[in-house]
Every structure is written in C-alpha cells, then in structure tokens.
C-alpha cells in the first residue's frame, strides 16, 4: 500500500501512532510531502527515524528549504565547522540530536517526487491552461513555498495525479472545516429505517450485528447535522434525529442510567435486548457510555432546539452527578464492584464539556460546578504534563473487562482539553 503524508512538524509521538494505527509494514511505502520539521518538540527524532527507514522517501517543504538557506548562509560566513555545528543545533529544540550525517541528509533532499502514478511536490508546480507543465520546469521556491493551488482555476485538469500539502484545507474551501461531505453519506448509509437506528458494527457478513446500535453514536449525529446545513439536504438531518428519538426511548432509562449496546430486530425494528458492552455487567452503568449520552444529547439540542433532547441530557446528567465519588474520579462503572477499583479518566473529561455546554444551555450553575469539579480532580490527581510524556490523562479504561486498565487514551487528552478551553473562551466549537 502506498501512503502519501505532508507537514509532520516534528510530531515524532504522533507520528509513530499513526503508523502504527495503519500496520504501515515492509511491504508499504510512504511519502513524506516535506515540511517535516519545526512547530513540533522532534524535528531531528523524526528525521532521524524517517531517514532510517528504506520504504519511505521525503522531499523537501519550505521549512527544510530555510533550514538550508541559513546552514549555506553559516558556512558561506565562516570556515569554522564547530560554530556552525553549534548554531545548527540551536536551530532546533531537539539539536542536541543532530549529527553531521543529518545535516547531509537534509541537504540531499529532492524537491519532487514522480512515479508512474503521480507527483508528489510540497506546494506547487507550473501550469498553463489547465496542464501540467514539466515538474523540471519549476523554481526550487516555486515547489516549496506556491499557494496557487488554492485557486480551484489554477487546479490542473489534465496529467498525472499531483498531491501536495503546504495549504490548509480553509485555503481550499474558505472554512475551516475539514471537508468532511463523504463521510455523511456513509454513516447515513449505516441508517436502519425499520428500527430508526444507526447500526453500530459491521460483520462477517452473516448479519450478525445487523441490529446493534450503541449510545456512543449519539457523538456522531453533529456530522450529519452540519451536512444537512452545509448542503443543504435535510435528509442527514432526518437520520439523526430518528436515531436521536430512537437512542432517547431504547438506551435511556427510567433512573438516567444508559445502556450501551440495544439489539434491534433489523427487519422489524423491534428492539429485542440490551447487552452490557464495555461496563461491568448487563444492566450497569458503564461511565463513558453515560458521558456519551449527556454529551450527544446536549448537542442534538444545540443543532435542533428539541426540548426532550435537552430533557433527556438532563436526566442523564443529573445520574452521573449524583454518582460523582468524593475523590471526584470516575470509575469505570457506577455499578462496578468496590475492589479491584478501575477507574476511566475519559469518562470525567467527556463528562466536563457536556456538562459546559449544559450549563450554557440551561444557566443552571451546578452543571458548571460538576465539570469544574471533575476537571480540578484530573489536573491535580491523573494528569501528567512531562514532556518526556506523549499523554496528559492517565487511569483511562477502554471496557470494564479488558485485560488492560488505567492507560492513557487519545480521546480523553482530547476532551480534557477541549473542556480546559470551554472554560477559558478559547474553544473552537468543532461538534
């Protein structure tokens, strides 16, 4: 399989998650678009460890390319090797990794890469009238520093395939967010129109999970509410709120507490069951899947204005609360035995922003007073701000009984942050 990425930035964490979360193997390649450092703590671990590996092949983006004016600037100033040695580590955050061998490394850099199938450049190549003209023809500044490419006339209509990074994609669209279009109609395709769910799994192909839906797909319903916004199809709109209905009346129940698989008879819709998923048994109170709810709910009122969807938010808010420990940690499951104790960090900092936005949407203070409450317990007690340290949350738990408790996972460093910026006024609302 071959791999196209641009503008690592010295992510070396990251980065290595990345490929690990993809399997990238002996038999894949990798493109590395240029851009490779700056911004990020890593520069030269990442270099180093690109450069290492024989089935990736970089190029250089503007930030090597300045790199590399100012070394040939150094060496063009003075013949002493060991002051331009010294600036160059001073040039980064990591320097103290660089050796000369890198610095050759940096230098040999091509500015292009072309395959039968594409061309790969960090910024932009020549074109006129709507072709491609010979990627020998461009300027090295031209290749790595171009934006021309975010005028869609510019765009090449003839000849190889050209992939590039250097522009952020609110250059392309004139918004900031990610272009997201394909991924609506996908997940409205996973729509059960019998049952008025959103499937959750896919199979062997035996139909097996043909009738499961999960209360954490209540976080995926924003996307289809901005497509039906963005394009104007309120068909998207449709779905979420038929499963948003559905998730109120078959995940909820009576005490606030929330199951987090149902089964559904896919050719009924009838719903046959609920199963304890990744809380401590059938019938409890699995914590993440509570925060889904508060959270997902809370949003489908925001982007619809439904009362019982801010009604529902409340009931599930107003159990989780109530539940909240002294220490302000929150188990894996409200239901969860004594001993051994598994606690899910995840869980309280999804908890946090819901309940920020509840507070928001209602005015009642207590929910500010939860999500303060809970935050103030993971900055004093399960957050880790090394630097030697990739994570911030610790004493994460993915499911109740997996072999593996108290580990850092990504979606609770997201939320936690996400939380910290709610409260400050700094967030970008992204849902």
Same mark, same amino acid.
């Given at each position: 399989?071959?791999? $196209? ?65 100012? =070394? ?6 003075? &013949? ?44 932009? %190549? ?30 090449? +209509?003839? $000849? ?10 609110? =250059?392309?669209? *004139? ?5 997201? =279009? ?6 409205? *395709? ?19 999970? @043909? *009738? ?31 499963? @948003?209905?559905?998730?109120?009346? @078959? ?57 019982? =969807? ?17 220490? $302000?940690? %929150?188990?894996?499951?409200?239901? +969860? ?19 920020? &936005?509840?507070?928001?949407?209602? *005015? ?60 400050? $006024? ?6």
């Amino acid at each position: 399989m071959d791999y $196209g990425i641009s503008d690592i930035h010295g992510h070396y964490g990251p980065f290595c998650r990345l490929m690990d979360k993809i399997k990238f193997g002996g038999g894949d390649r990798l493109f590395v678009l240029g851009d490779m450092i700056d911004k990020g703590p890593d520069s030269i671990r990442l270099v180093k460890l690109l450069f290492s590996m024989p089935n990736v092949y970089c190029i250089a983006g503007n930030h090597e390319y300045d790199f590399l004016k100012y =070394y040939r600037a150094m060496m063009q100033k003075t &013949e002493d090797y060991d002051r331009v040695f010294g600036e160059l580590c001073r040039y980064f955050t990591d320097g103290n990794l660089l050796d000369w061998e890198t610095v050759d490394r940096f230098d040999l850099l091509p500015f292009y890469i072309e395959t039968d199938d594409f061309i790969g450049v960090h910024a932009g %190549i020549p074109v006129r009238n709507g072709e491609l003209l010979p990627v020998s023809q461009a300027t090295c500044e031209q290749l790595v520093y171009d934006r021309r490419f975010k005028d869609p006339d510019v765009l090449p +209509q003839k $000849g190889k395939c050209v992939l590039f990074g250097h522009t952020p994609v609110r =250059y392309l669209t *004139g918004k900031d967010e990610i272009l997201l =279009y394909p991924r609506a109609p996908r997940l409205a *395709g996973r729509f059960n129109l019998a049952g008025g769910y959103i499937r959750a799994w896919n199979d062997g192909g035996d139909g097996e999970t @043909a *009738g499961w839906a999960i209360i954490d797909c209540m976080m995926n319903l924003p996307l289809l509410y901005w497509a039906s916004e963005e394009l104007r199809d309120p068909r998207f709109s449709h779905i979420a709120r038929r499963h @948003a209905d559905t998730a109120k009346s @078959a995940f909820v129940r009576e005490d606030g507490s929330v199951c987090h698989i149902v089964v559904f008879d896919p050719q009924t819709g009838k719903r046959l069951s609920s199963l304890g998923g990744q809380g401590y048994a059938h019938g409890s109170s699995w914590t993440r899947g509570q925060t889904w709810a508060l959270y997902g709910f809370t949003l489908s009122y925001l982007h619809t204005k439904e009362e019982s =969807y801010l009604e529902t938010a409340e009931k599930v808010a107003c159990k989780f609360m109530a539940h909240i420990p002294e220490s $302000g940690l %929150i188990p894996a499951d409200f239901d +969860q035995p004594t001993e051994p104790m598994r606690e899910d960090s995840s869980a309280a900092a999804i908890a946090a922003c819901g309940l920020i &936005e509840l507070w928001k949407a209602t *005015g009642n203070e207590a929910y500010l007073n939860g999500a303060e409450r809970l935050l103030q317990a993971l900055v004093k007690l399960r957050c880790s701000f090394s630097p030697e340290r990739d994570e911030l949350l610790e004493n994460g738990t993915v499911a109740y009984h997996d072999a593996e408790h108290h580990i850092p996972l990504i979606y609770g460093d997201y939320f936690f942050t996400e939380a910290v910026l709610k409260l400050i $006024g700094k967030q970008t609302f992204l849902w």
